[in-house]
Structures are given as C-alpha cells and as structure tokens.
C-alpha cells in the first residue's frame, strides 16, 4: 500500500488540487514546482505541477499513481505559487487557470497536445533511436498527437523524449509560431565627406561634364538633398531614374558612398552605453524615489510626457543591477514591439531579456529557463503582463511603465488579472520595490498616494525645458454653421498642418476609429446591414469595399442596394481612419500619407513597420487611432490633431472621462519633444466639455479631483470596488432566466449594491446573447467576505440543470 502522495495543480479549470499516489524514492526526490506526467479521466495525460508531498491518504478518492516525473529540480518557485495563490483568490479563478497562463506551453505537454516536424532540422545524428523513431513518423504524417507517440513507441512514459526533441529543436508542438522582429536594413547613399554640398557642387558638374548620366544622378541627388531627409539608393533609382550601376560607378569613383540605416534605430544610433546623465529636476525625481523607497514599497512617479521618466528608471535598474538583483520592467504589450526595447538595449546590452507573446514558444522557454537560473542574460526582463508570472528568484525591482494602460488587466481567457496590482503584491512578496510611471496616473494609484499606501514623486518639466504642447480646442459646431470645414477638417486645423508642412515637420492625426466609417445607412429606410453574429452594424472598409464587424471578424462585399428596401441610396455615416487618409490624400497630394491602425499593422511586423517608416521620415502625416498614444518618441513631430474629441467622451462607461484625459494627454505628448513647443488641435463639438478644458491645461489634479468626487458620488472605484458578472449563451431564454434568477440571489445579499442585469453595448457577440451584473463593494465590507458569498451563489446557479450550460464569468476589478 501506497503512504505517499503529493497534491498537483492540473492546467485545468478546477479549483481543486487532486492528490496522487507516489512511491517512497519518488517522494524524496520531489519538491514543490516540479512537473509529474499523471494520468486524469479516463485517457488523458497531463503536465501537473507539485504543490505538496505528504502522507495523508485522500479520503473521498483512491489516489492514482502518476506517469512520471519530468524535471530534474523545480522549475516554479515557491514565490511565484505563493503568487498565483493570491491571483487564483483575488480574482476568484482556478489555479488551474493561473498555471496554464504562466507557463509557456511547451511545459504544458498533455495528451492533447499535437507535435510537428520542425522541417529545418538536419542533425539526425543527435537523436536517440525513439527520438528517431517520433521524428521519422513525421515524415509521413504532419502531426502526432501525444496518443499516437504512446501507440508508436509502445510505452506510456513519452513525455520526457517528447521535451528532448523539443529541446533539440527537432520538433515543436502545436501553436502560433511568430518570427522574431528582424531590424531591416535600409541602404541609403550619400555625397562622400571629401566634398561638401554648397561648395563642391561646380567644381563637382564639371569633373563629370564628360559623363552624362553620372552628372545627371549627381544633379538628381542634390535635387533630393534639398529636402535635408536622408537619401534613399532606391529613390534615387526610381525618382530620379538614376540606373544603379551609374550610382556604383560614382561610389567606384569616390564621389558617392553607401551606408545603411537599421530602420528602427534611426533615433539612437550612434549612442554609446552609457547612462545619460540626468538633469537637476530628474536627480531631483531620482533621489525622491530613492527616499520615498525606504518607507514605501511602492512609489508612483507621475511625470509629464517627455519628462525623461524612462531615464530616470534606468538609473534605478542600474543601481539594482548593480547589487545583483533582477528587474522587471512592465510594459504595455503594443510598445513592445517599438522604441524602448532598442533605447534600454542601448544602455544594458545583453543583460535585457524580452517576454511577449509575438516570440516563439521556444524564446519564451528560453527566457523562463534564463530567469529560473538567474542568468546574465535574465537580469533586466522587458515585458507585457504576462511577464509576471516568470520565475524570479532574486527580484529587486519591478517598473510599470505607462501603469494606467487599461491593457495591463486580461479580460480573456481566465486569469481576469490586473498585471499592475499583480506587481505591486509579487514586489511585496520578494521583499522587492515597485515604480509605477505614468504622465496621467490612473485614479486607483493615485488615490493610493493620496491615501499613504504608495509614495508620490513629480516630475513636471519636460526634458530640455521644451514646453508642453500649446493645446487649441477648435469648436467645429461653429466651423460647420460658418462652412469653413474641408470634409472633416477645420480651416484652422488645415492652417496648422499647412504651417508644419512647411517646416518639414511631421504630424499626427487621431481619429480613435478605424474603417471608412462607421456604418452605411439607407437613406430611405434608414436601415443598416448588421452582423448576422453579432448585434451590431458593420464598419465600412471602402479600400477593400468590403463591410466589416469588429467583434468577430464577419465580412461581406458591400452591397448595391438596400436589403431591406432595395433602394440604392447607401450613405455612409460617422468616419474612421481610412476616410481621414483619402480625405488627406486629396488635400496634400505631394505628401506622403501612414495610416496605423488594426488593419494596418496586423502583419507580423506591420506595426513596427509603420513606426519606423514614420521615423525615417518617409511619412509626413501619420493618422491612426490610440495605438498611437502608446509611449512613442518621435523627435519630429510639432503638431497632433485629434479630429473629433467628442466620440470618447460620450462613450457610456463610468472611466470614459478619465480615459478621454489620458488619451488626449498621451498623444498630445508626441508633439514637441525634442527641440520646441509642439501644437495640438482639438476638433470638438463642446469646447466647454470640463476634460477638454482640463486637457488644455493639463491640468491632471483637477481633473482627479472632479472624477473623483464623482466616483464617490455615483459609488465607484476607487471607493468602491466592482466585481462584474457576465452569462453568455446561444440561447437568449436561457441567459435571461439566468440571469434574473442570479439577478434575485445576489440582490438578497447586497441589496442595492447590486447593479443590472444590463445588456453590454453588442449585447450578441458571435452568436452568443451577452448579459452582465455588477456586485459594488463598499470600502468597509469585507471583500474576501464577498467573494466567498458570490462562489456560494455560483455553485448553486450551476447545480441548477437548465443554467449549468451557461457560461459564467466572474471579472474583479472589471474595466
Ligand atoms: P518620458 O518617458 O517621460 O515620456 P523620455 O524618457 O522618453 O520621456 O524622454 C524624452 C526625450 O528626452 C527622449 O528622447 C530622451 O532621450 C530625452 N532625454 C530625457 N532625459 C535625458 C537626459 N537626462 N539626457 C539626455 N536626453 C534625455
Ligand atoms: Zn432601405
Ligand atoms: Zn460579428
């Protein structure tokens, strides 16, 4: 008879941990964090984690034996399951859930998974002979499954050959795989230094008056340099029509020469390693937070855009680094992909590792084994939020960036975290620091200055005392009744961008939309064609003239005529994006045009694509949506303009206002950086509107001060805590008996800090009716209390037969 056993997390959604028997030699090897193969249901295998090795036999079930155990040492630590505990019952989810999120799934091998043929491996010779036997399967199948490995090799132990052929790189197991981002290298050409551009030019012409072709290149390059842009080997080739062999002759000739620009590093080349020194209001910043530290483990720095906050940082992760700490640097998954990664590698080279889910599982395999081991490589791990849950084992210091980015909360799958407060308890839990930054704090840590649980540092001067952005709200109410608009464009706005056009500087335009516009209309009937999915209208995409929903992806050929009255009068209504970009194309026609926005950058490297096409300067205006308020840093920017203010503002959710003021703030800040004050042109229907006025003056405490009073008022985080709650089924009866059946449990015990039942915005989202709740936890009720009583009601909607196929969802924090 068996007297050992140990407790597993499974990667399911159970809450429970489950018990398995192990023999004595195993139980001593074991220890927490390890992975066993065990065997669950009736045929399946999964990857279990090690919670607990005992002697207590379970008592309602006869433990299984497991398969085997897959590690060596663990490779979860116990802080991080302290970690996952917490999230698993602050946001009420299955450890299960938290498991399965955090480890890259490569570790995660179950029966389910499905292994490939890595087609560019050739080292047969490094394999065993059941490596051998696996790989040459997949020579005549595409796939296996974790059962067909078992049938093949006539054993069930398969998961450890199947983690060496991983290993060796032989085969990878099913999942998108993404390529890396490669910099592109872009060849330019340019006068060689021995002469010089006004002086030489004569002297030059004539020395070539024999050679025609390469004094017309010569003539075509100065044409080009008159814009001061660098010069591009390509455009000389197709804009002037200079052959290419003419420009190697004149580089053969000494006279041109080549060079190359890595796209994406246009703005740092040329930088060394080291730090930059910081000036007296950042020292000054720097030394704040060092203080605020020794009482607090948390600390938020609100510093203005372009204060030079990320400067600031580096100064305390060098200081961690070195004491030989690990940092974690949190980042907002889009700005990832973009500037900061090249500006931190600049200073801490190869000690910085980066974590997003555009890597392949490999490379997230890499950087968790990396971490575990407390590499070199590992001391700086640049990441989105999932980067929480790698293995630190000696973390110092853990920065937020841009910490009021609603992207930092995962609304699906489960775990609903908020990677931010995630942070802030995984600091406390390594004895570790925590900085949240931010140019427009959100109410929650800000408040939490206010109320002594974080420090506060400012920092209120812009780096080179550059002024903030002059902000203009332009009234087009007036401008329409005056007919002084240009399709959406004010005359003023025109003016301003006409101004920076001449200055050959760059713009950004707003249009937080994308599509053509948002819907077509009948005139007629008025109808507008719907998703057949989802309860609402499709987007127009005129490129493509096709209609698009934004929930599910649905689209069609957009229609001649009205389906429900078969007139032929379609008109379009609102605007997005693209409408903007056609509308600029005829107004600048000798000007190039960017468009960013999800149907731009949806490629693997759409979006960096675009942002280093922007730097480069090949694009002049740039219009998109808020994926361009993510923290970029463009130093030629001197005007951005948002075209209609008024769309976010209306939008019906109690942190619209305080949404609005952030985004308006974060792209106003990609103005003027660099040299001088930038402009921004607010187009709105209500220029009284108080965050407009707030945004003008970016005036961020009164701003705080009039939400907040507000939340108070209408009973709102920050006072007031919100666990949403959300039905979802095919069948409308169903949620809607459900729903008022919960609507009924809940309301017996929180009254009227229950709020709902309410349909969402598209209350049908890919055939599924959507219904939500929202339980309001005041500041003295206890919120484990509250959970526990809310799990209660749970269990019993769902040992309800007719309810138990809805799907429930329960979000904390919800955004
Ligand atoms: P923030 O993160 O607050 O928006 P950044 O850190 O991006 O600001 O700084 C804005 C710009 O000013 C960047 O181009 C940065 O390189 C520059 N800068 C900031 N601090 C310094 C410094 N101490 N020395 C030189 N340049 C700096
Ligand atoms: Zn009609
Ligand atoms: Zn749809």
């Not at 159970?14 to 398995?20: D, E, M, P, R, V």
């Not at 853990?398 to 775990?415: G, N, R």
Request: charged share 25%.
């Amino acid at each position: 008879m068996n007297t050992y056993f140990i407790d597993v997390i499974l990667p399911i959604p159970i809450q429970k941990t489950f018990s398995y028997a192990v023999t004595k030699a195993e139980a001593e090897f074991l220890q927490k964090g390890m992975r066993v193969a065990v065997p669950f249901g009736k045929t399946k295998i999964y990857s279990a984690l090690v919670l607990d090795i005992h002697q207590n036999q379970p008592e309602l079930y006869e433990a299984k034996e497991i398969h085997q155990i897959l590690d060596e040492k663990p490779i979860v630590t116990e802080v991080q399951l302290q970690n996952w505990q917490w999230i698993s019952k602050y946001y009420m989810c299955a450890l299960g859930d938290v498991y399965r999120a955090a480890l890259p799934s490569a570790f995660l091998l179950e029966s389910e998974t499905v292994v490939l043929k890595n087609e560019s491996f050739v080292t047969e010779e490094m394999l065993t002979d059941e490596e051998f036997l696996i790989f040459e399967a997949l020579q005549h199948q595409s796939q296996l499954t974790i059962h067909q490995v078992v049938d093949i090799l006539g054993k069930k132990k398969v998961l450890p050959i199947i983690n060496e052929l991983i290993g060796k790189n032989a085969v990878y197991v099913q999942e998108e795989i993404y390529e890396q981002y490669k910099p592109k290298m872009v060849k330019y050409v340019r006068l060689h230094s021995a002469y010089n551009l006004d002086k030489d030019l004569q002297g030059l012409l004539e020395q070539l008056s024999r050679a025609k072709k390469q004094r017309e290149a010569v003539l075509g390059y100065f044409q080009l340099a008159a814009n001061k842009k660098p010069i591009k080997v390509k455009d000389l080739e197709n804009n002037i029509g200079v052959s290419s062999a003419v420009i190697k002759s004149l580089v053969e000739k000494g006279i041109f020469e080549f060079y190359e620009i890595q796209t994406d590093r246009v703005n740092y080349k040329g930088e060394t390693n080291v730090l930059k020194e910081l000036n007296e209001f950042q020292e000054k910043a720097l030394s704040e937070i060092k203080t605020s530290f020794e009482t607090n483990e948390a600390v938020l720095l609100h510093g203005v855009t372009s204060s030079g906050k990320t400067e600031v940082y580096t100064k305390l992760i060098e200081d961690n680094l070195n004491s030989g700490k690990q940092i974690l640097f949190l980042l907002p998954e889009i700005a990832l992909t973009t500037q900061i990664i090249t500006r931190l590698q600049n200073y801490f080279g190869n000690q910085i590792s980066v974590f997003h889910s555009k890597y392949s599982m490999n490379e997230r395999v890499e950087v968790w084994n990396n971490v575990l081991n407390n590499k070199p490589k590992a001391q700086i791990i640049l990441g989105a939020r999932s980067s929480v849950f790698l293995p630190f084992s000696n973390l110092g210091l853990i920065i937020v960036d841009e910490e009021h980015e609603t992207s930092y909360k995962q609304f699906e799958p489960s775990p609903r975290y908020h990677a931010r407060d995630t942070a802030v308890v995984l600091a406390h839990q390594h004895k570790a620091k925590i900085l949240l930054g931010s140019a427009t704090p959100s109410l929650e840590s800000y408040f939490n200055t206010q109320n002594g649980k974080y420090g506060l540092v400012e920092l209120k001067r812009r780096y080179g005392n550059v002024q903030l952005p002059k902000i203009e709200l332009i009234d087009i109410k007036e401008k329409y009744r005056k007919k002084k608009m240009k399709g959406h464009f004010s005359d003023r706005l025109l003016t301003l961008i006409d101004e920076s056009l001449e200055n050959k500087e760059q713009i950004i335009l707003f249009q937080n939309r994308r599509g053509f516009s948002p819907v077509i209309e009948c005139t007629t009937c008025g109808v507008a064609p719907q998703c057949p999915n989802c309860d609402v209208s499709l987007t127009y995409h005129k490129y493509r003239s096709e209609l698009k929903c934004h929930y599910c992806n649905y689209q069609r050929a957009k229609p001649n005529s009205c389906s429900a009255c078969g007139s032929s009068t379609l008109d379009t209504k609102g605007f997005g994006t693209e409408q903007i970009e056609l509308e600029l194309k005829e107004l600048y026609p000798d000007h190039a045009i960017g468009r960013m926005d999800l149907d731009t950058t949806r490629g693997k490297h759409g979006y960096q694509k675009i942002i280093s096409a922007f730097e480069s300067q090949e694009i002049d205006i740039l219009v998109g949506t808020q994926m361009l308020s993510k923290g970029l840093d463009f130093n030629n920017v001197s005007l951005v303009g948002i075209l209609n203010a008024d769309t976010m503002l209306n939008f019906p959710d109690f942190r619209a206002h305080e949404r609005s003021y952030d985004m308006m703030v974060q792209v106003s800040g990609r103005a003027g950086r660099a040299q001088k004050q930038g402009n921004v042109a607010i187009q709105t229907f209500n220029p009284y509107h108080q965050i407009l006025q707030q945004v003008s003056t970016t005036n961020y405490a009164e701003m705080y001060k009039e939400q907040l009073q507000e939340r108070w008022q209408y009973h709102y985080p920050p006072y007031y805590r919100l666990i949403k709650i959300t039905l979802k089924h095919k069948d409308f009866t169903k949620v809607e008996s459900g729903i008022h059946w919960l609507a009924k449990a809940l309301q017996n015990v929180f009254a009227e800090n229950v709020l709902g039942p309410t349909a969402p915005v598209v209350s049908r989202v890919r055939n599924q009716y959507i219904k939500n709740l929202t339980i309001k936890i005041p500041p003295k009720q206890n919120l484990a209390a509250t959970k526990k009583q809310l799990d209660k009601i749970k269990t019993t909607f769902q040992s309800v037969k007719e309810f138990r196929p809805i799907r429930f969802i329960i979000d904390v924090d919800a955004q």
